[in-house]
DNA sequence: CCTCCACCGGAAAGCCGGGTCA
DNA sequence: TGACCCGGCTTTCCGGTGGAGG
């Protein structure tokens, strides 16, 4: 018996997804809903540029999830098709500051938008925005730098942003404005005030969504997802209240409706229903939780898997000493220091604040008053979280030993 | 009502790596 | 280059404390 081809069997099985990518954080749509006071600032803004005059320069902000850049990019697109029909030299460029990050980048970045070729390291700075001046200045036309996450690169000193909010001075025949977005509403502090001025001779703030507009958006997404039908009634809203609950964040909203489809998906189920989508959001947090543990000092994460070991020991509360002579007994298993306990016990409540315990002061009276804790996560992912240094790799083989040997102390 | 446990948590100082400036 | 500073992490020291047991 022939198999038929496994792509195409599996293609068959899809019955949710018509396109994925329509979901992505990457995907820019036609048509933005709830956005339209701000596209029509930013394109009265940039308006000029059409006539040739110096548009404003612009700082966008607004929380994760609530559209800048989408808005910024839509916008962009439609300047550069209103000039192209008018004739008139116009351009926009995109630049993303957390993954463009050095002052050499941005100038090296831009200079082969504008068709230079200059590599990517190895020449002295000045050279680079030289070219970059030389490049826009070549001909009459305007162009628009758009800094998305701004605040990343000031972070590693301003000069960047300096040069540019000044470019327009040395320069004869082109214009320059600057479109800065971000999330940081404390980024301004860190600016130089000249260049500050100078970025935000324009603001335009992008509130959170809400349920009811996040629905839309959803639903305007979800035509594009999915096959007719593949959604149950009352998944969109759910999504849609939950990700409003949390900050408005539409990115979360579209995450959300993608893993559980994902989910749905993976089940071989016909429909995605209300249950999928509280699945996914367990594996949303469970994820959060396992990247958080992931990103841990690793002296923290000898605390929290001596807690683990004491919760797979039976233990469901322990107290900081406990804590503590187990937390030694697995320092010197991977040869690590020792901290004091007073360290501990700080390392202790920051593992509280993260949300990865639950811990409260408690007087046990005669027997002293301490900390009583307990483990508030999926167990076995963030054991493998932990496990997963290398360095940590030998409490795997020692783990049955801690339990029957040094852990019979503690009932 | 007093004691005293087992720790909490503030203060201060030491250590260390990285960055700055003359 | 070395002197110096900064900020994060850690230790040392220690006063403080809610309540079970006496």
């Known amino acids: 018996m022939i198999d038929s081809n496994i792509f195409e069997k599996m293609l068959r099985k899809n019955r949710i997804f018509k396109n994925r990518d329509v979901l992505r954080h990457s995907y820019t749509p036609e048509y933005l809903p709830h956005r339209k006071e701000q596209i029509e600032s930013i394109a009265s803004i940039l308006l000029p540029a059409l006539s040739g005059e110096t548009p404003s320069n612009i700082l966008i902000y607004g929380k994760t ?44 970045t831009l200079a082969k938008a504008l068709g230079r070729n200059v590599p990517m390291t190895g020449w ?37 942003l300096y040069n540019l909010s000044r470019i327009n001075s040395e320069l004869k025949n082109a214009r320059v404005s600057l479109i800065g977005i971000t999330n940081d509403l404390k980024f301004k502090n860190f600016l130089d005030p000249r260049v500050l001025s100078s970025l935000s001779e324009e603001e335009i703030v992008f509130p959170p969504y809400n349920a009811t507009q996040l629905e839309d958006i959803l639903a305007q997404r979800a035509e594009l997802a999915f096959h007719d039908g593949v959604l149950d009634e009352g998944v969109i809203p759910y999504c849609a209240a939950l990700a409003a609950h949390e900050h408005g964040d539409a990115r979360k909203a579209l995450d959300l409706l993608r893993i559980s489809a994902e989910i749905a998906e993976s089940r071989e189920e016909e429909k995605v229903t209300k249950e999928h989508v509280r699945e996914a959001v367990k594996k949303m947090e469970r994820d959060n939780i396992v990247e958080v543990v992931r990103t841990l000092p690793n002296q923290s994460k000898i605390v929290l898997y001596s807690m683990i070991l004491l919760h797979k020991n039976g233990k469901r509360k322990f107290i900081t000493g406990e804590v503590y002579a187990v937390y030694k007994t697995l320092c010197k298993k991977v040869g690590m220091d020792v901290l004091t306990q007073r360290r501990v016990s700080d390392l202790l409540s920051e593992l509280d604040m993260l949300g990865i315990i639950n811990s409260i002061i408690i007087s046990k009276g005669r027997y002293g008053r301490t900390r009583e804790m307990r483990l508030d996560v999926p167990m076995d992912a963030v054991k493998e979280a932990i496990l997963d240094d290398y360095r940590f790799e030998v409490l795997r083989d020692y783990e049955d030993r801690l339990l029957s040997s040094s852990l019979d102390m503690f009932d």
């Not at 800048?68 to 630049?95: D, I, P, W």
């Open 65 to 108: 999830g609530t559209g800048k850049t989408a808005t910024v990019k839509f916008v962009g697109k439609q300047l550069e098709e209103a000039s192209r029909k008018m004739n008139v030299h116009c351009y926009v460029h995109y630049l993303n500051c957390e993954i463009i990050d050095t002052q050499y980048r941005v100038l090296a």
């Open 124 to 160: 002295p700075t000045d050279q680079v925005y030289e070219e970059v001046r030389e490049a826009i200045d070549g001909k009459d036309q305007t162009v628009i730098i758009v800094l998305d996450e701004i605040d990343k690169l000031v972070k590693k000193g301003d000069d960047v």
